[in-house]
């Protein structure tokens, strides 16, 4: 087991889960949402990884990385 | 207002009828114009009238007991509407008919429309295909209620079941529950959900094996349970 904290420097990886994404930063919380995707509140956050995630949406992976990573909705 | 009885050709029932028939319906009716809000008849009424909608939209609403209501339709111009009294004696109305704005529509005794299906086979088709116009949509509605509220709750039911005691084992998510334990968690039978997993296997949404389900695409369960479900 492994601590993290709030930490404005870590930085959103492709394998995470949507589950560790938003626990580790919550303010992607409004990325999901920007880009149509049912992950906020979903079931499944903890079995679907970033990667999937772009997959199942067909967004380009690198872009949603750095949007998740900019941590805006824009 | 005048009434053009070759108008009447537009009305789906009267689509056949010669002139004269036309010239004897307006003849025979009565062009009765309210206002938006009012109403051309009310629930449980004897239903003494048909109506043809020549202005204005009316819809058709029916409550329960406690007062809750339902609308069953919109009626747009040149639609026949409250015929059943035609076709039997003693019917009263089954729902209120409420105007959407100013409207205006002929009123014709259930009597005189009758006494016109005697001899008048256009007529009689017309209404039924009216009538199995009507059952065809309530047929699907009543499908779509029935079915698609299990189908939400059921994949909501695994969804939540997968968040708790679903396993990732080579990149698909498996649920180490059998059917019965499916039903139960869901509140329906065994063979709602037999028959409802069968359709989703044959999607390939899922794969059901002894004692598990495992989840081919997770993201279409989620689809179903938020009721966004293009197909």
């Avoid at chain 1, 959103?12 to 889960?17: A, F, L, Y």
């Avoid at chain 1, 919550?26 to 906020?40: D, E, G, L, N, S």
């Avoid at chain 2, 909608?53 to 609308?71: D, E, F, H, I, M």
């Avoid at chain 2, 080579?170 to 649920?175: H, R």
Wanted: net charge neutral.
């Amino acid at each position: 087991m492994y601590l993290w904290s709030m930490n404005e420097d870590v930085q959103v990886q492709s394998h995470w889960t949507v589950d560790e994404t938003l626990r580790r930063v919550p303010q992607t919380a409004k990325v999901f949402i920007k880009y149509k995707t049912q992950c906020v509140g979903c079931f499944l956050q903890k079995f679907c990884r970033i990667k999937d995630v772009a997959e199942v949406y067909q967004v380009n992976l690198d872009e949603f990385l750095k949007s998740l990573n900019d941590k805006k909705g824009e | 207002m005048k009434i053009n009885p070759t108008d009447l050709n537009q009305v789906d029932v009267l689509k056949d009828a010669p002139l004269e028939d036309l010239n004897l319906i307006v003849e025979k009716s009565i062009l009765r114009s309210i206002e938006e809000d009012s109403f051309y008849f009310f629930q449980g009424d004897p239903a003494k009238y048909a109506y043809i909608l020549v202005t204005g939209r009316v819809k058709l609403v029916q409550s329960n007991p406690a007062g809750q209501q339902v609308n069953l339709r919109t009626i747009k111009q040149w639609e026949m509407f409250a015929a059943l009294g035609a076709i039997r004696s003693d019917a009263t109305y089954p729902v209120a008919a409420q105007a959407l704005e100013p409207s205006s529509a002929l009123a014709i005794e259930s009597d005189v429309l009758r006494e016109m299906m005697q001899t008048r086979p256009y007529l009689n088709m017309g209404l039924m295909q009216l009538m199995t116009g009507y059952i065809q949509e309530m047929q699907n509605r009543y499908r779509e209620l029935a079915t698609e509220k299990v189908e939400r709750r059921l994949a909501l039911t695994i969804l939540r079941l997968a968040s708790q005691v679903g396993i990732k084992s080579q990149g698909q998510i498996e649920l180490p529950l059998s059917q019965q334990d499916i039903a139960e968690a869901s509140g329906s039978t065994i063979y709602t959900v037999s028959r409802t997993l069968s359709e989703w296997e044959k999607r390939g949404l899922i794969e059901t094996g002894r004692g598990r389900i495992v989840m081919r695409n997770p993201h279409g369960l989620v689809e179903i349970a938020e009721g966004i479900e293009s197909a």
